[in-house]
């Protein structure tokens, strides 16, 4: 019964992936893209811990699920950070009348 | 209810009906779970804007996960060895990390977007894409 | 352009899995690699030689020792000659630069990662110290480590991070990792074995020489997981930087 209820939740699971690919390939800004390709960094921890169920070491799967979930963090952070702080430096003259936009916490 | 749980905790066969309705709280939590990531998918896919998408993806996604890993968990455990525990527990640290993350990384997405002059609908589009959908609808 | 790049690419997918049909079936005891006389000679006594239940721990820190320690050097190297490169390079650099970064601490992302990185810190010497056991070592506990300084980097700025972990102490870390690993070497050395035999350590530890060759091993993956942790660091400042060293990402 385990394993049935593993591959059924993979398999579904990456069937509904199909939708978030198409909005990563279409997606009109990049900011669409990143959010996208989080949402499956963050689903691939769950498909770490279906294999691992299949192979029948999840003790082993699921440090690796737990690493990636981390390192999926620090992705989204680091692509946040890129375009949050940086700003082009041609732009940066041609507008400096209007200030940036700041979200005050 | 309460006597078919200690009874799993005290007996050791693993198919007395307080294990199985371990499982089937596991099962049903996966399934919930799998619910949820299909509405995360529908809103990613239909909604018209980053924001509006952001919020779908953030939401669904966050909850979807910790449902799956939390009712995995409890799909895996089979006996009250101290391995088993060990499992449970690594497992709900995922979820708790999940839970403390993803939320983080929307936040951090969603501040990145709106420094960068990433612009909401406004009420013209909304008005356009009312009128495109009005057009679909009469042919 | 980018149809033919496209279709050149799709050729060699469909010609790899074509390919892959002729790889043993997944587990066959009789594919080359698991019939060879050293898988087999490993299989049956890496359990006797070091009592290490993971064979790939066993393999890497001990019988390959050697390999091990120069692929530590060959990172230390590349993080050396990353920071070198770019530090050293012509002051012209500093002036044209293509973006201007403007940073302000975002509230929520600092107090996640305040809350977050102890626990990194410990899962990543979790991953360094259960190598034996279980998937992890030096490497990847290296690794993990160095994400936590990553991210602090990431989430208030560079000098906040390298107030912490200054960029010289990296390289001095970084050198103690492989000072440590070859100070292993050749204390078995001195103590009459061969470089990196840790079976010798037994005669000044009270412990079997099986047992001097697992903590021997736990001790070279602590110097592997120093050198890669001050690397992984030093490799972001300085890429991030350009070589400034501020007004990082």
Request: a neutral charge; glycine letters at 8%; one cysteine or more.
């Amino acid at each position: 019964m385990k394993e049935w209820f593993a591959i059924i939740m993979g398999a579904s699971l990456l069937v509904l992936m199909i939708p978030i690919l198409y909005r990563i390939i279409v997606g009109p800004t990049g900011f669409d893209r990143i959010l996208c390709a989080n949402v499956i960094g963050t689903k691939t921890a769950v498909i770490l811990v279906i294999i691992g169920t299949l192979f029948d070491r999840v003790d082993m799967f699921v440090d690796f699920a737990i690493a990636y979930a981390l390192l999926n963090f620090v992705g989204a952070i680091v692509v946040s950070r890129y375009f949050n702080r940086t700003v082009p430096l041609q732009e940066m003259e041609k507008d400096k009348a209007k200030p940036r936009r700041r979200l005050k916490a | 209810m309460i006597d078919t749980l200690a009874s799993a905790v005290l007996a050791e066969p693993v198919n007395s009906p307080g294990w199985f309705l371990v499982h089937a709280i596991g099962v049903s939590m996966g399934i919930v779970g799998l619910i949820f990531f299909l509405g995360t998918a529908v809103g990613v896919v239909r909604f018209p804007d980053f924001y509006t998408r952001m919020h779908a993806a953030g939401k669904g996604d966050t909850l979807s996960t910790m449902l799956m890993l939390t009712g995995f968990g409890l799909v895996m455990m089979e006996d009250f060895s101290a391995n088993s525990w060990l499992l449970l527990l690594k497992i709900l640290g995922i979820v708790l990390f999940i839970f403390i993350t993803t939320p983080t990384s929307s936040h951090a997405l969603m501040r990145a977007a709106f420094e960068d002059d990433e612009m909401p609908l406004g009420e013209e589009d909304l008005n356009k894409l009312r009128k495109r959908r009005a057009k679909s609808k009469s042919k | 352009m980018k149809k033919t790049a496209f279709i050149l690419v799709l050729c060699i997918g469909l010609l790899l899995a074509w390919a892959a049909k002729d790889f043993p079936a997944w587990g066959d005891p009789q594919s080359p690699a698991s019939s060879s006389p050293v898988a087999s000679h490993f299989i049956a006594n890496t359990g006797v030689d070091t009592e290490v239940p993971n064979m790939v721990t066993a393999v890497l820190a001990d019988y390959r020792g050697f390999d091990t320690m120069f692929e530590t050097v060959v990172v230390f190297i590349a993080g050396l000659a990353v920071f070198s490169i770019l530090r050293g390079g012509p002051k012209s650099r500093t002036r044209d630069r293509e973006f201007v970064v403007d940073f302000e601490p975002d509230l929520i992302v600092t107090n996640t990662v305040r809350l977050i990185v102890p626990v990194i810190q410990i899962f990543a010497f979790y991953v360094l110290a259960h190598g034996h056991v279980s998937p992890g070592g030096g490497f990847q506990g290296g690794v993990t480590m160095g994400a936590s300084f990553i991210l602090i980097a990431l989430s208030w700025d560079l000098k906040t991070a390298l107030a912490r972990f200054p960029i010289e102490r990296c390289f001095t870390v970084a050198a103690l990792g492989i000072v440590i690993y070859a100070g292993i070497g050749l204390l078995s050395l001195f103590l009459g074995g061969e470089f990196l035999d840790y079976a010798h350590l037994a005669k000044i530890f009270p412990v079997s020489p099986e047992m001097a060759r697992y903590h021997a091993m736990l001790g070279v993956e602590i110097g592997v997981g120093f050198t890669v942790t001050a690397i992984m660091f030093a490799l972001y400042a300085s890429l991030s930087t350009d070589g400034r060293m501020r007004d990082g990402l």
